[in-house]
């Protein structure tokens, strides 16, 4: 406080409100293959509708992936998603060889000045989708516009010959002809050469000396034609001609099952490069398309005259460039590419910084326990405010009866995994599930759905209660199982720590386990422990943040424990431990730990425990004897 030289009042505010926070504990994180969207990049999603939107509907390369974030989505409304692709995909581009465009963050560091060869435009994401995207973009020169020369159509065919033409240049396929007046002739399905092009059978008859129009076949999708934005009129250019209209169309019908479908369209885009709309946006066409959902902006046409370039500044006199012609692209040389283990753990690595990601349930999906011992090898005990989820390879669960317990354990311990954490947790096999997309059944692990299990015990219980069980261990959208272990096959898979999945006639299949990937004793060896730490060490850590650079004396720890016990009692009250105390005062902060700027707290639990095996005594006693003679009062 500083001191006053004079009298007067000092109003001082202290902020003593401080709690230890809410922290979340129902947020997946997954790494698939997928049919389309941004490649290593982690996009939150909260439905299986979204996650179509995003990444697009399953087929069968991508379902046992797709399925896998779209079941633990059926449990919960949060998950990261990360689409991963081989190094041979590729993004489909109007010419040239294709490239790999991963994200935004690529795509404005590496494409967002136009350096790529690839035409005008290419599709947002890499894939085969992309081939079927169509881009057509018109400027008030091409709207309707006048051709060059004269023509002679006849009804006779469909070839249109021309004197002193440039069909190759002015018209494009799709252009719809008509006469001055707008009577329509035809629409154009191939340009041979300058003077020659090829129409539907014509309407009318057109004489060697008439003019015809090349109106933009998708002129009826907007209420106007292109002219001058309401920006460069303020400025003062009049005619400055600066805006476009764009259309993306799915031309094969591959995105949305119609071919030739709209799927986006833009209106009075400017092509000044400080163009801004009458609510302030950026209306720059680049910039504006960078919005898309299917294409980037690659590069300026080509297909322009010789007044100022695109992109320039808008000024009074400004007069952009016109277009010769439409500029009609259909995207092609998309590649798919199924990701390999290596491009997998790559997409994991964005998991691996707790500070930059919140994430605490980690799906691993159909990808092999090799991946899954990365995942908790470098993510999980890495962040150690998070558990991974795995299940068996399905060779081991599906045609191999009488061997499925005995080949899961091998594969429990084999060297490829052989996991020792608490972080990780197996479960026994796949499950046989319906594709409603294709009208298929599919095979998909179900380690997305033990992790859904966790996310719904948090919204119908809290994160410290079990996930198994009948009460809370209901499993969703299952026809059959791989694999349903019996008692026995239960006993053996349990002891290595293996959580089995059972379908019990009538009453639905249930994850009937609760156990981590620990092997010794210990209560961090059940889920409902793990988690349990996880959310104290999370919740007070946070908490404990805002006592750094504080002195390191009898009113700061008392603070601190003031801070936490309030918190311990609230979890204490809502059944997730038994007891606790906080020790945090001179015993151990000693002065040598204050001389050392350090600052220690020990918090001891004693955590709430699961049942996990039930022991019912059933009496027989004569009629005579009292209970009380033989359980006592």
């Not at 400080?274 to 590069?299: F, P």
Request: glycine share 8%; aromatic share 10%; with cysteine.
């Amino acid at each position: 406080m500083a001191f006053q030289l004079s009298p007067g009042v000092l109003v001082v505010e202290k902020d003593l409100t401080n709690v230890v926070p809410a922290v979340a504990t129902s947020i997946g994180g997954y790494v698939g293959e997928f049919a389309w969207g941004p490649v290593l990049d982690a996009v939150t999603i909260s439905s299986e509708l979204e996650l179509v939107k995003t990444f697009g509907k399953p087929n069968d390369t991508t379902a046992a992936s797709f399925f896998s974030a779209a079941n633990f989505l059926s449990y919960s409304n949060n998950l990261k998603v990360v689409r991963a692709v081989g190094t041979a995909a590729r993004n489909a581009v109007a010419t040239g060889s294709a490239i790999l465009i991963k994200n935004e963050d690529e795509w404005d560091g590496s494409y967002a000045n136009g350096q790529a060869a690839v035409g005008e435009f290419a599709a947002k994401y890499p894939g085969t989708l992309g081939n079927s995207i169509k881009v057509s973009m018109c400027d008030s020169a091409t709207f309707n516009k006048a051709l060059t020369g004269t023509v002679a159509i006849t009804l006779a065919g469909t070839t249109v010959t021309g004197t002193g033409t440039a069909f190759n240049t002015e018209v494009a396929i799709g252009s719809i002809i008509t006469t001055t007046a707008g009577v329509v002739v035809g629409t154009v399905t191939a340009i041979a050469s300058a003077t020659s092009m090829t129409i539907t059978a014509a309407a009318v008859a057109v004489t060697v000396g008439g003019s015809i129009k090349a109106k933009w076949q998708f002129a009826d999708q907007f209420d106007a034609a292109p002219g001058t934005t309401d920006f460069c009129t303020t400025l003062g250019a009049t005619s400055a001609n600066d805006e476009l209209h764009v259309v993306v169309v799915d031309a094969l019908g591959v995105l949305t099952g119609t071919p030739g479908t709209i799927i986006e369209k833009w209106v009075g885009m400017s092509k000044a490069s400080n163009a801004k709309t009458t609510q302030g946006a950026n209306n720059y066409y680049k910039e504006v398309l960078t919005g898309s959902e299917y294409i980037w902006w690659m590069d300026h046409t080509a297909s322009v005259g010789a007044n100022d370039a695109w992109g320039s500044t808008a000024i009074a006199t400004s007069t952009f460039k016109l277009l010769t012609s439409v500029v009609t692209v259909s995207l092609s040389g998309g590649i798919d590419a199924t990701p390999v283990t290596g491009n997998i753990t790559t997409g994991w690595d964005l998991f691996a910084n707790a500070e930059l990601i919140d994430v605490n349930l980690l799906v691993t999906g159909p990808w092999g326990l090799t991946v899954s011992k990365y995942i908790i090898d470098n993510i999980a005990e890495t962040r150690r405010d998070c558990v991974a989820f795995c299940s068996p390879s399905l060779a081991a669960v599906y045609n191999n009866v009488g061997d499925e317990a005995a080949d899961i354990i091998a594969e429990r311990v084999a060297g490829a995994f052989n996991a020792n954490s608490s972080y990780g947790v197996l479960d026994s096999g796949w499950k046989y599930q319906y594709d409603k997309y294709n009208d298929k059944y599919r095979w998909v692990p179900l380690n997305p759905d033990v992790a859904g299990l966790c996310a719904r015990t948090d919204n119908i219980a809290e994160p410290w209660f079990s996930p198994g069980g009948l009460n809370r261990g209901q499993i969703k959208n299952v026809v059959k199982l791989a694999y349903s272990p019996d008692k026995t096959d239960r006993d053996e898979l349990y002891k290595k720590g293996i959580n089995p999945v059972v379908s019990f006639p009538g009453e639905g299949t249930v994850l009937f386990g609760d156990k981590t990937l620990l092997a010794k004793p210990s209560a961090f060896d059940r889920i409902n422990v793990r988690r349990l730490f996880i959310v104290l060490e999370k919740a007070i850590a946070l908490a404990a943040k805002y006592q750094l650079f504080e002195f390191n004396d009898a009113f700061t720890r008392s603070q601190f424990r003031n801070l936490v016990e309030p918190f311990l009692r609230d979890v204490q009250g809502r059944r997730g431990i038994f007891d606790f105390r906080v020790v945090c005062d001179e015993t151990n902060n000693t002065g040598e730990i204050i001389d050392t700027n350090q600052f220690v707290a020990d918090i001891y639990i004693k955590p709430a425990r699961s049942i996990n095996f039930m022991t019912l005594n059933f009496i027989a006693t004569r009629t005579g004897v009292s209970f009380n003679e033989i359980v006592g009062a």
